[in-house]
């Protein structure tokens, strides 16, 4: 008999719900690349199902934090699936982490296991903290650790969801730049509402394919891979972003959006490969939370010719706090904001909006967010609400 779903009354899809439905529609469409991985959504379907069932057999159940430090790579985002089934909530962090970061993080959300990549071996090596768990090693296992192959190699039933819209999916640290790092936990609800609004803000269409830059362990990388699943299309993992090989990608994966920093933007475009690229498979181009010069707009909007460019802000808190989907119309501008605009309501079957009567409203009308909850110590915090908004 599978586990009890915890997690309260449903209201919306849960994560895994939602993820069974993208197989159902498309099993054999191409879900996600990695080097030579290529897997299609029923093969990648299997492989979470073998996951979750290694999960169950270190003893992690139900609002357990799973600690993973790992670059973008597909065993990081099968774990992070893996988690939404089962209801564990998938705590990535920077790969970059020292011992004694991880040492708090692990501390700090009450870590029951860690899944960690050679990148980070050095550190996880000498964390105190990391010794006392679990821990998963992507790379060579030592004797006391379990490898990717015991964890995620076994025969195992199809997963089915184990929790309702309300259990929590991530906690995702912020950077500690005034203090120590705050875990901020994000309910199953709130994450798929957010990658409807992304999939909304961004156009995608079905089978769309994203290049996977942004961290797992920032809300925009987890934003890009849940929005791929819902529209059938591919998250192409770059673990490290190097600008020779994002080209090669775009061209050989003919990936049809990108979701950059304005950093690596700059680095794209003024590459020398990047003028004997075919880039013409981009079609929409994004970006958030960080300023872009009117003269690297204008050069991306040369260059890629996009259909559509968009600039949102607050994508962390509540997604999104201002939106605009012609970034380089209006250089410095973080867009309209997302709530609390005046709308006009017109009387349906008017001759036209100048003439019909009409009137003007506070309206609450970002796509999706519920309840996003800063915490001021990961496992046991004090919540207060971040911000909430309706469909």
């Given amino acids: ?30 879900a996600i690349v990695d080097g030579a991985v290529r897997l299609t959504y029923a093969e990648w379907y299997r492989g979470i199902s073998s996951v979750l069932a290694g999960l169950d057999a270190l003893g992690l159940k139900c609002d357990d934090h799973l600690l993973t430090v790992a670059q973008n790579r597909w065993e990081a985002a099968t774990v992070h699936w893996a988690c939404q089934f089962a209801g564990i909530i998938v705590t990535p962090v920077n790969w970059r982490a020292t011992a004694n970061e991880l040492d708090f993080l692990i501390e700090d959300s009450e870590a029951k296991a860690l899944v960690y990549e050679a990148a980070t071996a050095e550190a996880v090596a000498q964390s105190r903290a990391a010794q006392a768990l679990p821990r998963v090693a992507l ?46 936990p994000r309910r199953q609800s709130v994450e798929r509402a957010a990658a409807l609004a992304h999939v909304a803000q961004n156009m995608y269409g079905n089978g769309e394919r994203t290049l996977g830059v942004m961290p797992l362990y920032h809300t925009m990388g987890v934003r890009s891979l849940l929005a791929m699943s819902l529209i059938g299309g591919v998250f192409v993992c770059m673990p490290r972003f190097d600008v020779a090989r ?3 990608l775009i061209a050989s994966e003919k990936i049809t959006n990108l979701y950059l920093v304005p950093t690596l933007y700059h680095d794209l475009v003024h590459h020398p490969r990047f003028a004997g690229t075919n880039v013409s498979s981009v079609r929409k181009l994004g970006f958030a939370g960080a300023p872009m010069t009117d003269g690297l707009l204008k050069e991306l909007q040369l260059a890629f010719k996009p259909e559509l460019f968009v600039n949102h802000y607050g994508s962390s808190e509540i997604y999104t706090f201002t939106i605009d989907q012609n970034a380089p119309a209006k250089p410095g501008s973080a867009g309209k904001a997302g709530i609390n605009q005046r709308v006009r309501v017109i009387k349906l079957g008017a001759a036209s909006p100048d003439k019909a009567a009409t009137r003007a409203r506070s309206s609450r009308i970002l796509p999706a967010m519920s309840h996003s909850r800063a915490t001021g110590s990961g496992r046991k915090p004090t919540l207060r609400p971040c911000a909430t908004a309706g469909i």
């Fill in 1 to 30: 008999m599978p586990p009890k779903r915890c997690g309260g009354h449903p209201r919306m899809l849960d994560l895994g719900t939602s993820f069974l439905a993208s197989v159902e529609r498309s099993p054999s469409a191409l």
């Fill in 139 to 184: 790379g060579e296992p030592k004797s006391d650790e379990i490898g990717w192959i015991a964890l995620a190699g076994r025969d195992a039933p199809d997963a089915a969801p184990r929790v309702r819209p309300e259990a929590w999916s991530v906690m995702l640290y912020t950077s500690g730049t005034t203090a120590r790092p705050k875990g901020v």
């Fill in 246 to 248: 994002a080209l090669e």
